[in-house]
């Protein structure tokens, strides 16, 4: 979860009778279930980002980007996130253009092409010329997390953008520590955190996951600039065999998306180390290592997470009856192959999910405040996009381009009453937007 702040601590709620109002599109039935939480009103910290100095005068110290109010669009160049007084105005309107007119042909399916649009344009701004993507430019969000990094490269590479992929992945090797690990996040383009969060394990299985599909994408005459990414991939794969060579099977407790303290593994964790070994049996094979014990201990992973996990329905923890959007993560375009039970699951505890305003919560238990999440919200709109579910996907993907802000950029929250919230743009949101995007293939029009 990319929060700010400390974030939130993870709630127990307790069940009660079901009230099924329509969701979004048919797609989500929203559960009503009792409030642990009044519905929160979070403002909205920016309507988008733009290049450019600030109408206050000059953009804060080392910056060239600037906050834009709802009040403020005026200050905008149209159709673009570039400030009409920017003194290289004309060079940055040519870059954001030539990246618009590279990108490949679905990006401009007209069902989806102003939902493209606005997601390449938000990941342009929080990521053209800086060390490292950042989620997003609010100041306590202006920092690089792993997950969020990962997959702003992979919707780089299928946007024909591969020296900024390939930057993407170079950062995360630097950043990653000498025996695997990654911090929750960074300051950008350095391997220093900005805080005292715990390490996070998952980051290896996303830092995995993205070499592999950044790879996939390369034209073949680039597919050798992997090599340079040998340390990355190693490491990586290095710490989850180890991590899960236990005798339960099962790796440490570490926070994942949701970004609080954990007592046992969560389901998000083990299934993004899996997607991470799978990965990494082809990387290594690509630059010439032996594969066989990382095969193996896939092999022995996805069974324990079958036996731990899947046995009880796919919920967060081990053993437990709590299911959330970690089950995402078992399917494509994490995973090569579809784990029908953890779709039909996932398909199964969407009315669990909804939210009143049509989007996704994080997890059955997370907070009841009426909150949509959109980064949760995108990333299911993608797995749906390529497991069959072109209607759920297209519809989702369809709310996220309803609830941008009223200058096209993807907010992390929508409220219960519909209206943008928290910082905007995110990095995550656009980017599995257009993973969801390019699943879709242009099928719906």
């Known amino acids: 979860m990319?929060?700010?702040?400390?974030?939130?601590?993870?709630?127990?709620?307790?069940?009660?009778?079901?009230?099924?109002?329509?969701?979004?599109?048919?797609?989500?039935?929203?559960?009503?279930?009792?409030?642990?939480?009044?519905?929160?009103?979070?403002?909205?910290?920016?309507?988008?980002?733009?290049?450019?100095?600030?109408?206050?005068?000059?953009?804060?110290?080392?910056?060239?980007?600037?906050?834009?109010?709802?009040?403020?669009?005026?200050?905008?160049?149209?159709?673009?996130?570039?400030?009409?007084?920017?003194?290289?105005?004309?060079?940055?309107?040519?870059?954001?253009?030539?990246?618009?007119?590279?990108?490949?042909?679905?990006?401009?399916?007209?069902?989806?092409?102003?939902?493209?649009?606005?997601?390449?344009?938000?990941?342009?701004?929080?990521?053209?010329?800086?060390?490292?993507?950042?989620?997003?430019?609010?100041?306590y969000w202006r920092f690089s997390w792993p997950r969020d990094c990962a997959f702003v490269a992979v919707a780089q590479a299928l946007t024909g953008q591969y020296d900024a992929a390939l930057k993407v992945l170079r950062f995360l090797q630097t950043a990653q520590a000498a025996d695997g690990w990654f911090e929750a996040r960074y300051v950008p383009g350095t391997d220093r955190s900005p805080d005292s969060r715990p390490r996070q394990l998952d980051g290896c299985g996303w830092a995995l996951w993205a070499c592999d599909r950044v790879r996939a994408q390369l034209p073949a005459s680039r597919v050798g600039e992997l090599a340079d990414l040998a340390q990355l991939v190693e490491r990586s794969t290095d710490r989850i065999v180890e991590a899960v060579s236990t005798p339960s099977g099962l790796p440490p407790a570490t926070p994942d998306y949701w970004e609080v303290s954990e007592r046992s593994p969560t389901l998000a964790?083990?299934?993004?180390?899996?997607?991470?070994?799978?990965?990494?049996?082809?990387?290594?094979?690509?630059?010439?290592?032996?594969?066989?014990?990382?095969?193996?201990?896939?092999?022995?992973?996805?069974?324990?997470?079958?036996?731990?996990?899947?046995?009880?329905?796919f919920p967060r923890h081990p053993g437990r009856s709590d299911p959330d959007i970690g089950a995402a993560f078992l399917l494509p375009p994490f995973r090569d192959a579809v784990n029908e039970p953890a779709l039909q699951r996932l398909i199964e505890i969407l009315p669990r999910l909804g939210r009143p305003a049509g989007g996704l919560a994080p997890g059955v238990t997370w907070h009841q405040d009426g909150i949509s999440w959109t980064p949760e919200t995108a990333t299911v709109a993608a797995v749906f996009a390529r497991t069959g579910q072109v209607q759920r996907a297209a519809d989702l993907v369809d709310w996220l381009a309803k609830h941008r802000t009223v200058a096209g950029s993807y907010p992390e929250k929508v409220l219960e009453t519909g209206d943008a919230a928290a910082v905007a743009p995110l990095a995550w949101t656009a980017a599995a937007t257009l993973l969801a995007v390019e699943g879709l293939g242009g099928a719906l029009r």
């Open 269 to 313: 964790t083990c299934a993004m180390l899996a997607a991470g070994l799978e990965s990494a049996v082809r990387l290594l094979s690509g630059i010439g290592r032996p594969a066989d014990r990382v095969a193996d201990a896939l092999t022995r992973l996805d069974r324990t997470i079958q036996r731990a996990y899947g046995r009880y329905g």
């Open 2 to 139: 990319v929060n700010g702040s400390r974030g939130p601590s993870r709630r127990t709620f307790v069940a009660a009778s079901v009230v099924t109002v329509a969701g979004a599109g048919g797609v989500l039935g929203y559960q009503a279930w009792p409030r642990t939480t009044y519905p929160r009103r979070v403002p909205l910290y920016s309507a988008t980002v733009a290049m450019g100095p600030s109408p206050e005068g000059e953009p804060e110290p080392g910056t060239d980007r600037t906050l834009i109010r709802p009040d403020q669009l005026s200050l905008l160049v149209p159709q673009s996130r570039v400030v009409q007084a920017a003194p290289n105005v004309e060079l940055l309107l040519a870059r954001e253009r030539a990246m618009l007119a590279a990108a490949p042909e679905w990006t401009r399916a007209p069902r989806f092409a102003d939902a493209a649009r606005s997601a390449l344009l938000d990941l342009h701004v929080l990521a053209d010329g800086l060390p490292s993507p950042v989620a997003a430019w609010t100041p």
